[in-house]
């Protein structure tokens, strides 16, 4: 859930400042590298060799070749576990992305509300993972929860219980988490369009629909790159929710990858399995941040002032 | 929501596509265009819906927090407590959370003020030292780390934080956090340095001054809101993390406050208010936080201007 919203394609080098160069200057860096080599790149690194390994978490670590990667590949459990988590990624996109899109034009058009509505969207980003999933937890409760309370049936369903509503569980507490967030940068984005398009298309008789299709929707079209980039990367950090929500079930409902990922490793006691499917998650990430990244082309101006 | 039409057509118009920034424009356009347009019902209701569902749990939260645990049941669940009662909160205080409160406080300042410097020091490099083949590297590494999930890295950390004999302590929290913050701030901090005018560098350089002195007396006060931005941004993600604690600690008096509430709604799940008490106080800091950063994000951004 990151509050900002520049993404990684503002990759370009730095423009390099002539004159300067100072023998100072790489020391500076070298602390902050350090410790990311110490704590990012070895692990990185660290996890492939792991997954040809055999490793309970706590005695030696075995040389094992291919044997977790064959066990792994075979286990049906991983086309689930990679289903799920697309699936997590597709809907809570697609639930997510038109909702803020227009609460975002609907804050960028409205001064007065515009305050109180951006300080109470901002609430939800500022609990735990783990405490939202507690307090939903309690709320949905069957017996105990506010569907209970309030005497209505169609609250009062096994909401973590059957697969489907589980699911849908997930869904929901995701957006009502990030659907805030995201309606802030499309406000964002809605406020950098010029004008004058919007004066063009009402000399030619454009309505309100026309022009949201016409011209808020092609102009907001780096916000929307942005924004899902945040979405779906940030779709594979759901762990934290998932697992104090419903540990991955009922069954294999909610079972997205990180938890497949925990659940070998730390619950199973194999971390050869669960450092492939880290592979997995590492593999995943970087192929759909660079499909992303192409989508954006080389731009730079579109997000640079949202998140500030 | 019916308050979103009481604005003349008119008026929504004008407000709809007029910044504020740009409100000194003539008047005569807002008239220019009588009635052309509807409010939008739809997005004014969806806003205004999500509002309700965003608000709703979290008056629900608040409210159950201090209910009695046999009032729990009693009553009306939106009402408001008949008698607010301070007893889940005693619960959960004598729980040990303040000792949990403090473990997270430690990890998250230990963590997020050498994150902060680290990452300011490298953004500054990489900015004014791009002509080193070796910053360009450090900066595509960084690039690439903000591409990679966190927990895919978590047991090859975990494996490393057991062999530098830091399992199940604060330090062996703290060191990951500040690596996996590090990428993100340094691409926002450089984002910002780089928007310092370059003569501001040169004439501090005329002027003799280091690159260190430059960091400190230059970057960092005209950066400082940024500066601000980041440290909240991170104070947030690592007071609120519960992968690194779930996976690098053991005992209980190791628990930072996202966990504790793991393990105290495991034991207290029948005790809804209790819990419920417990999610209110672990959120109280940050609150309290978002409310000082707020200001200071203000008053940090209009110095910038002033000066």
């Known amino acids: 859930m990151s509050v900002f919203t520049t993404p990684a394609r503002r990759g370009t080098p730095p423009a390099a400042t002539g004159g300067a160069r100072s023998g100072v200057l790489p020391w500076l860096a070298v602390p902050a590298l350090a410790i990311f080599v110490a704590f990012g790149v070895i692990p990185l690194v660290g996890v492939l060799f792991l997954s ?247 731009d730079a101006n579109a997000s640079q002032m949202e998140g500030a | 929501m019916g308050l979103t039409h009481t604005t003349g057509p008119g008026r929504t118009v004008a407000a709809e596509q007029e910044p504020g920034r740009r409100r000194s424009r003539p008047g005569d356009r807002r008239r220019s265009r009588p009635g052309a347009e509807r409010p939008n019902w739809l997005g004014g209701i969806t806003s205004w819906l999500w509002l309700a569902i965003v608000i709703v749990p979290i008056y629900w939260i608040v409210i159950t927090s201090f209910k009695a645990q046999s009032s729990y049941y009693a009553t009306n669940p939106l009402a408001p407590p008949p008698e607010p009662t301070l007893a889940n909160y005693k619960m959960v205080i004598e729980s040990d959370f303040p000792l949990y409160f403090l473990n997270s406080l430690i990890v998250t300042v230990g963590a997020v003020v050498p994150a902060v410097a680290v990452s300011f020091m490298a953004a500054y490099a990489i900015v004014r030292g791009g002509s080193f083949r070796f910053l360009r590297g450090v900066n595509a590494l960084f690039l690439m780390g903000l591409a990679i999930p966190l927990q895919a890295t978590i047991i090859p950390v975990y494996l490393i934080i057991i062999r530098l004999r830091l399992y199940d302590s604060l330090t062996g929290l703290i060191l990951p956090s500040i690596a996996f913050a590090v990428p993100l701030s340094v691409l926002i901090l450089s984002n910002f340095i780089r928007d310092v005018p370059k003569e501001l560098f040169e004439s501090m350089r005329m002027d003799g001054a280091s690159e260190w002195m430059t960091l400190w007396r230059l970057a960092y006060p005209l950066t400082r809101p940024a500066v601000v931005t980041v440290t909240i941004y991170n104070a947030l993600t690592i007071w609120n993390g519960f992968l690194l604690p779930l996976i690098l600690t053991q005992s209980a008096d190791k628990r930072t406050l996202p966990l504790a509430l793991w393990t105290f709604q495991g034991q207290y799940s029948v005790n809804v208010p209790a819990v419920l008490a417990s999610v209110v106080l672990t959120t109280l800091p940050i609150l309290f936080l978002y409310v000082i950063g707020r200001r200071q994000l203000l008053s940090g951004l209009t110095a910038g201007f002033t000066k």
């Open chain 1, 52 to 298: 040809f390994t055999s490793w309970d978490g706590l005695g030696e670590i075995h040389m094992s070749g291919l044997t977790s990667w064959r066990a792994v590949l075979a286990d049906p459990g991983l086309v689930h576990a990679v289903l799920v988590t697309f699936l997590v990624m597709a809907v809570s996109w697609a639930v997510q992305t038109p909702a803020s899109i227009l609460i975002g034009v609907f804050l960028a058009g409205h001064q007065r509300y515009r305050t109180l509505l951006a300080v109470l969207y901002f609430v939800p980003l500022l609990l735990s993972s783990a405490a939202i999933a507690i307090a939903y937890k309690a709320l949905l409760d069957p017996n105990f929860g506010l569907g209970a309370g309030l005497g209505i049936d169609l609250l009062t369903q096994d909401w973590l219980g059957e697969p489907v509503l589980a699911f849908s569980v997930v869904i929901f507490v995701v957006s009502w988490q990030f659907i805030p967030f995201h309606s802030l940068i499309y406000q964002g984005g809605v406020r950098q369009i010029p004008r004058s398009l919007y004066e063009a298309a009402e000399m030619d008789g454009a309505g309100r629909v026309r022009k949201f299709f016409s011209i808020t929707l092609p102009q907001l079209k780096y916000t929307i790159i942005t924004s899902s980039t945040l979405m779906v990367v940030g779709s594979l950090t759901f762990f934290d929710l998932i697992f104090v929500l419903t540990v991955g079930g009922p069954g294999d409902a909610t079972r997205v990858l990180a938890l497949d990922m925990w659940k070998r490793g730390f619950q199973a006691g194999l971390m050869g399995p669960a450092s492939v499917i880290a592979v997995i998650l590492v593999l995943v990430g970087l192929v759909l941040a660079l499909l992303l990244r192409r989508l954006g082309g080389r």
